[in-house]
């Protein structure tokens, strides 16, 4: 279920508008939200997430590649925990997983929803024409630990 | 490519563009996002359970009135 969406509902959802819409235009901008969990183990339970998430990232650099020449660029940004209703059973204050989320990260706190904007407009837009096939971490330095 | 001043280059306006996963958490703000950095058309999409797409599709009028906003209600997983 969870490959379904993350990885191969999101593989056909890619590929129509990309065929729709960004071939047709020579250009466009894919931005893939992957995790953390892509890249290092974490909390326990989320071996499927996990493993949707790697793959996640070998899709964007393989289609990174492929499109390239067609002036479609696939990138993905890499949040450690936000809250969020998804992930509500870790990140809520009362979680049992809360305390050890917090204590973990490098700058001692969750991300916040409004700091995932700046990378999205970054990667959607012109200042990273030359920047394809990257996964830029937005995790309070938690992949440098 | 012609090379552009450095606000410009981070503009996206009048463009357009698709979220999945925008009808709730950390899709509306991505959403929001790309509207304040000037795309003209948004598409989002999201299981809407609670009716959660409709909400984010007025709060997203509401906030950005100049732009095309729609939300689809879909299931990535069903093909």
């Known amino acids: 279920m969870v490959l379904n969406v993350n990885l191969t509902g999101l593989f056909f959802v890619t590929k129509e508008t990309v065929n729709r819409f960004m071939i047709p235009k020579g250009e466009g901008s894919i931005i893939n939200i992957t995790s953390v969990s892509g890249f290092k183990g974490g909390e326990v339970g989320v071996q499927a997430y996990a493993a949707s998430k790697a793959g996640l990232v070998g899709m964007t650099k393989q289609l990174a590649v492929e499109w390239a020449m067609m002036g479609i660029r696939v990138n993905a940004i890499a949040p450690s925990w936000f809250p969020s209703y998804m992930s509500r059973h870790f990140t809520s204050e009362d979680s049992p997983y809360h305390q050890q989320i917090i204590e973990t990260n490098p700058m001692r706190r969750l991300g916040e929803p409004w700091e995932l904007k700046g990378t999205v407009v970054f990667l959607a837009s012109k200042a990273s024409s030359y920047i394809t096939g990257t996964v830029i971490p937005v995790d309070g330095g938690l992949l440098s630990k | ?79």
């Open chain 2, 1 to 79: 490519m012609t090379q552009m001043n450095i606000i410009d280059l981070f503009r996206l306006t009048n463009k357009a563009a698709f979220v999945t996963g925008g009808a709730k958490g950390l899709g509306t703000a991505i959403n929001e996002g790309l509207l304040e950095a000037g795309v003209k058309k948004l598409f989002f999409c999201g299981r809407g359970r609670h009716g959660s797409v409709e909400a984010e599709s007025t709060r997203l009028t509401g906030l950005f009135p100049e732009a095309e906003i729609i939300g689809y209600q879909c299931d990535l997983s069903d093909e």
